[in-house]
């Protein structure tokens, strides 16, 4: 059974396509991939993001407030008309993240979130989580929102699944058509294609080999989430700034390797260069 209930911390980090082939390697000397990622291509999630009609919900969390909260319904590739799907709600307090989700039939997703009305019990459902999105229901006139979908590598810590890191590319999003069964399609949500987010999620604090291999490739925790990205995007208050930070860290990782090349060959270096390195690239990438 899929695990329905969730209490971590989550941290997110941008990298570019060079980096995460790297990155991913360290990861196999202490991690493996869960049952979905296999086949080594990873597979698709797929969102539908709720709201209210004026977007109370992600123009709060965007404010950073203490406390927010959130309604979505996934899928895993495209689901069929009645296939099987989950439908979260996820809360965030003091940087621990919450998430609760219940299994349901498509429709009868749909048919809860129109009216509110929990449907009548089976053995897949969680009958507690259903009471807690039902009173989420209730405190809010919620219509579907937005589309967002990415394809997915994730690890778990070997003998540890508290650790879970999972690693998303090629994230689209539509504020249109906003029924899982139609389809996966939509425009790009980042600035760039050779983008990867990182998440790092556990309820403890991260292994010290996993802050090393953070620190050795000069990758910096940042704020981010997709359906609040999205929707700055479609309203035209978005930054563009993840493409620079991924460059720089890039770039980090290229300088550094002909840095070392260099000092192998002989070829004299000034004590301000080395001295500077990494103090300039770090501050670069602040």
């Keep these: ?31 493996e991939l869960d049952p979905y990622s296999e086949v080594g291509k990873g597979y698709t999630i797929s969102n539908i993001y709720y709201d209210t009609s004026d ?13 927010k909260e959130k309604l979505r319904l996934r899928g895993y590739g495209v689901p069929e008309e009645n296939g099987k799907v989950y439908l979260e709600i996820k809360k965030k307090f003091n940087g621990l993240v919450n998430k609760r989700r219940t299994t349901l039939y498509l429709n009868e997703a749909y048919d809860f979130i129109k009216t509110g009305k929990v449907p009548d019990y089976k053995e897949y459902m969680n009958l507690q989580v259903l009471k807690e999105i039902e009173y989420f229901l209730k405190c809010y006139k919620l219509v579907p929102a937005a589309y967002v979908a990415y394809d997915r590598v994730a690890y778990f810590e070997k003998d540890n699944p508290d650790l879970r890191i999972s690693l998303d590319t090629n994230l689209r999003t539509r504020r249109y058509d906003l029924e899982l069964e139609l389809g996966d399609y939509g425009e790009p949500l980042l600035d760039s294609a050779d983008l990867w987010l990182m998440e790092v999620k556990t309820s403890k604090t991260m ?18 989430s997709k359906y609040g990205y999205g929707f700055k995007k479609s309203v035209g208050a978005y930054t563009p700034m993840l493409k620079r930070i991924t460059a ?27 001295q500077n390195f990494s103090k300039g690239y770090k501050t670069a990438n602040a």
Aim: glycine share 2%.
């Design 1 to 31: 059974m899929a695990i329905e209930v969730f209490n971590r911390f989550e941290k997110k980090f941008f990298m570019n396509s060079k980096t995460y082939f790297r990155v991913s390697e360290e990861l196999k000397k202490y991690m």
């Design 55 to 67: 977007d109370l919900l992600v123009r709060r969390s965007l404010s950073k407030p203490v406390y």
């Design 207 to 224: 292994p010290v080999w996993l802050t090393d291999i953070l620190s050795n490739y000069n990758i910096i925790p940042c704020s981010f």
């Design 248 to 274: 720089k860290a890039g770039s980090y990782v290229e300088a550094k390797e002909k840095y070392s090349a260099v000092r192998e060959s002989g070829n004299i270096i000034t004590a301000d260069f080395e």
